[in-house]
């Protein structure tokens, strides 16, 4: 039977290679995490070698955290290399909103390359649908939000945005919503502490194209186990922290718990509901 | 009353946002402490976006670690848009004195953005004051330490260049100096083992940044209780450490102790008198 | 007698500082492991000074990892500047082989610039010595595995290829051989689990150069020690795992276990053995 789990285990039975275009603020951890989960990273930045780069992978993960011109043109380049050969390909619009530049890089990226796959939290992932997220920095405004109360009105409106885009949207907070336009999951791990490390959303990132690229006829699941196994490894590693350590034990103790965790564990403590 | 344990206070509870230009070595480490202290950091390094970032940020951090041409041009338009905001800025000169480049850079940008502080070594301060530091690296030349032997000369040399820089001096080492030309707190927190961890330092300037943008009415004791604060979370990190644990781990302890510390503790803690 | 641990004792005594230009993905980590192992780093790549850094330093350090076409310019400029102050200088040459850019570019330094050693992985030194490794990005190919059925041809092929290139290679995975094309070090020291950690490899690299600066007159040895040091670290990181600990932890403690190594120890602790 497809579960989450059976997707995590397909990324430890393929190990896939995942090329990395992404931000220098977190990618050891991202490259960490991809590792912890079964697969390898390889980050490549320069328009001379990415079509090769990622030729030899199995997806690409594109990550505009740091992004600058000579980057922006790797990516382009990389992107369309990488549809051309049918590798699944993510997006993550870091800071959406807060420039003109991220915003229309981001549009840019989604113009010439199709993503199976756009990760980040409502403010931006609302820059890109309607150009009115208020995104604070790297962070979603709290107005942006996904709540109890506004769930189903969140679920409707990324809904109709993923139809419209023809990718699946995830967007993590302290709901997770994981939708390609027909279902959506609504997923419930994670823990408010995880907001005060730099990261986890590019780490996810990171791992969600390695489950994508094992799972390449189930992407939609696979996207959701991912946001699960990163949402129960936030659980996982909150539950170990001493009186004394805090945010940086926390990061390590996450990546730590994705590199334990199996297909079992990950059924057993995923908190998803499909709307 | 005004403590230093209230500036920290005043970081959490306004929660400000940081734009960073920042080296590649510490800048997940800065970001960490950042989120640690209650703040929100940003990485921005393209000219093309920075003013914009910086605009919609409460402060500017800018350390020359592993700066090149392209970046330099971006600190150099972030700096004058922030100072035309009003917004705290800050300087670290990481390795000034190590190459001409370094040293140039460093005195180009205080000649064309008023800095608010400017925080890093003895030899990287000296060299930027009188030209004659003698920097080994990126770390202090032991020639220049500050000891219990050398303080009044210390102080008096750091103060009168405070006043003619109209900006406030953070010289930490062994003991810590911060200074706006007029007073000059003497801090003695912190650990002899800080030095065999990478970024302290980075990471001080990134924190300092976000509690002078939370404490604008009170610099200069704002940028010294963010050195107590680095300090005793050394301290506090070194006590939890295991027989086998060392620089690696220390350093995220150090970021674990910024995330749990309040104002109170910061009170208790600091080793501080003002010369 | 001089033994591997009378090299990292040489390290803590003459604390050198390594110049590295090196990728963003682990540069952190290398950062603090030398400072683990008692030198200093200072990472710096923007041409303009790289010159100037190198000649206050004792040795370079060069790694391909996230190289770009500015930063190739500096570590070749780095390099010939170095070499002309008879510094060590050891090249990584990270993902030799997953593109022709990485091949070309490792190619074109050996060509400009005489390497101490030259430290990767089988895939990665095979490509360089014969154009034939079957690199899986910045993993070696299951394929190019030395294991104790072909340790004695894989010995004989570094041997033969050291001394024709008139360098150290050193080469890393579940055996390491370190030769100068006279003497093979075979160390069986180090765990599986590191393969799940981004950058050992990177740490050790950039550690090896320090000990290189440290132990002139004996180069091989000193490159050895390096290599067991690494893999008596991970030894020891894993053997203080808890349950819940995985690779980022295991990362963290590695470094830990070469910043409270001492040569006593080393010598202890090193499984080795020259052919």
Not at 50 to 78: D, F, H, P, Q, Y
């Amino acid at each position: 039977m497809s579960t989450l789990g059976t997707c995590l285990d397909a990324v430890r039975a393929q190990a896939p290679l995942v090329h990395c275009i992404t931000n220098y603020v977190t990618v050891n951890d991202v490259a960490n995490v991809i590792l912890a989960c079964g697969a390898s990273p390889i980050m490549s930045d320069d328009v001379g070698e990415v079509e090769e780069i990622t030729s030899i992978c199995g997806g690409l993960c594109i990550n505009i955290g740091t992004m600058n011109a000579r980057t922006v043109e790797s990516m382009k380049a990389a992107g369309v290399k990488a549809e051309s050969l049918g590798h699944p390909i993510l997006l993550d619009p870091v800071g959406a909103g807060a420039s003109s530049l991220r915003t229309n890089t981001a549009l840019d990226l989604m113009d010439g390359v199709r993503f199976d796959a756009i990760r980040g939290n409502m403010s931006e992932i609302k820059t890109l649908i309607v150009g009115s997220g208020t995104t604070k920095g790297v962070d979603a405004d709290a107005a942006d939000a996904v709540t109890e109360e506004t769930l189903d009105s969140a679920v409707h409106f990324l809904k109709e945005a993923a139809g419209k885009m023809h990718t699946i949207l995830a967007v993590t907070g302290a709901i997770d919503l994981v939708t390609d336009g027909t279902d959506c999951y609504v997923i419930r791990n994670g823990c408010p502490e995880m907001g005060r490390i730099t990261g986890t959303g590019c780490q996810l990132s990171g791992m969600m194209t390695a489950f994508l690229v094992a799972n390449k006829e189930r992407k939609l699941q696979a996207a959701a186990a991912a946001v699960a196994a990163m949402g129960l490894a936030g659980e996982t590693g909150r539950a170990h922290l001493a009186s004394y350590e805090g945010n940086a034990t926390l990061r390590n103790r996450i990546i730590d718990a994705v590199s334990l965790m199996d297909g079992n564990a990950l059924d057993a403590g995923a908190k998803m509901e499909i709307m």
